[in-house]
């Protein structure tokens, strides 16, 4: 897990494939199928949380963004399931920003079985900028300063 303060980029981090936030959280009964695996839908609410607490780690969590009349609405999405989540595990939410994709941005996510570290699923979620009256505009300089550390990666896809 990255240690950095919120807010805080470490000083080595030079390019997206070498900044991976990770989140953890457990899996909750009401996550669950009546077979015990985690409900496919919630693959993607891990995603946003994992996109949620990455951006608190760079210093700007989503309210601010917002609160600067900037919306990030997801555009296109992709899960791949691996294996299965479980009741009351411990997962790990691996997020990367993908500099690469112009006029919006990329996450590209894989989540962990903690117990063992198996790949669970893979995925990315595509997000244009819009304003308050639904109008798209191009990525905001306040955005684009917090992320001017991260140069484009070498793989773009999971």
């Not at 996550?31 to 760079?58: C, I, K, P, T």
């Not at 996450?107 to 900028?129: D, Q, W």
């Amino acid at each position: 897990m990255n240690d950095a303060p919120a807010g805080k980029k470490p000083a080595d981090m030079k390019t997206a494939e070498e900044f991976v936030h990770e989140t953890r959280c457990r899996v909750r009964y009401a996550d669950v199928d009546q077979m015990g695996v985690a409900y496919h839908a919630n693959y993607l609410r891990w995603f946003e949380v994992g996109r949620s607490e990455m951006f608190r780690f760079l210093g700007l969590p989503y309210r601010s963004i917002e609160e600067k009349g900037v919306l990030m609405p997801v555009s296109e999405v992709f899960c791949k399931f691996v294996s299965g989540a479980r009741y009351d595990e411990l997962i790990t939410i691996e997020t990367r920003l993908d500099p690469s994709v112009r006029g919006g941005m990329k996450f590209n996510y894989r989540i962990f079985s903690e117990n063992g570290g198996t790949l669970v699923a893979r995925g990315y979620t595509k997000h244009a900028f819009v304003d308050a009256s639904g109008r798209v505009v191009r990525p905001p300089a306040f955005l684009r300063q917090v992320l001017s550390g991260l140069k484009p990666s070498k793989e773009a896809t999971p």
